[in-house]
């Protein structure tokens, strides 16, 4: 039952993110140059708020509710988020971008969540091959997703689909720039959308084998939880959220600021309710064992 949940969670972040980020760029929504097209900062802010939320008020308390002592959870969430960064550094998951011109920040691939191509990354002219570059990083940051995704199904279900619908809403954006450089090679717009999809399939190669390492490594499931939101942390920290750094109107910096607080409060909420459900039902539970217990005392 868990591995067909992390299928279809894992099938619908990959891919199904690349046919919204497809459908957005129909209705004429692409990375701004500066310009006047503003969609893919808010989506940016958006999902922002997911993953800090996600992180924050899902990821790392579960991870934190475990009997690991809270220094050593500490301490891998401090080495996850350098290991992003010495990744980052190390440009393992780059998608190619190091053609833009002098004075453009390089785009960024963060161990399973890597952003590039988002709002200004997207206009430079990529070189010929930049396309394949561009589907390798996609493959391997898709694979990455897909093993967070599985690790966070193992330890609840309703933790499995907030980690997937997170995923899927910083994806987005990620695939429109994504989806842009490779019509710059290539206008035709299907070929890309197969292209990226096929990629975004890589998810549920993740989740597969993210479920069936976890499962035999149960005991380690704590640190994978950590792993997964320093991971998140990292990449609203320091690559969405510094891309919302730019000069704006009050008008767009209100809104910007009001899709950042939807994705925190979205996602919030939704953990609420499934921690309100759970302590409920355990609740419920325990009181009815109690009661059992009672009975059977009195019969004697």
């Known amino acids: ?47 922002a708020g997911a993953l800090l939320a996600t992180a924050f008020m899902h990821l790392l308390p579960e991870a934190f509710e475990s009997r690991v002592e809270p220094g050593v959870l500490f301490a891998v969430l401090l080495g996850g988020l350098v290991l992003f960064f010495l990744l980052d550094k190390a440009e393992l998951w780059h998608h190619g971008h190091e053609h833009h011109h002098g004075g453009e920040a390089p785009a ?37 997703d897909g093993v967070l995704i599985a690790s966070a199904f193992i330890a609840d279900l309703r933790l499995g689909v907030l980690a997937a619908l997170a ?22 717009l299907r070929a ?6 096929l990629a975004g399939t890589m998810t549920a190669l993740g989740g597969v084998v993210g479920w069936w390492l976890v499962e035999r490594f149960e005991p ?42 939807a994705g925190i409060v979205l996602v919030t909420a939704v953990s609420r309710l499934a921690h309100g459900e759970g302590h409920e039902h355990g609740h419920d539970h325990g009181h009815a064992e109690q009661v059992h217990d009672e009975h059977d005392g009195h019969k004697h």
Request: hydrophobic share 50%; charged share 10%.
């Open 1 to 47: 039952m868990t591995l067909m949940a992390v299928l279809a969670a894992t099938l619908i972040a990959g891919i199904g993110s690349v046919w919204v980020a497809a459908a957005l760029l129909r209705l004429g929504v692409r990375g701004s140059t500066g310009g006047g097209a503003h969609g893919p900062q808010y989506l940016l802010s958006l999902a």
């Open 220 to 261: 380690w499931l704590p640190y994978f939880l950590v792993l997964a939101g320093s991971s998140f942390v990292y990449v609203a920290l320091a690559d969405l959220i510094p891309q919302l750094q730019r000069r704006l109107t009050a008008g767009q910096t209100a809104a910007q600021i009001g899709w950042l607080l």
């Open 167 to 188: 995923v899927l809403a910083h994806e987005v954006p990620h695939h429109i720039g994504d989806l842009v450089v490779l019509r710059q090679n290539a206008p035709d």
């Open 108 to 144: 960024h691939d963060h161990g399973g969540h890597d952003h590039h191509g988002h709002g200004a990354h997207a206009h430079a002219a990529p070189r010929a091959t930049g396309g394949w570059t561009v589907l390798t990083g996609d493959s391997v940051h898709c694979f990455g």
């Open 192 to 197: 890309a959308l197969l292209k990226v999809s």
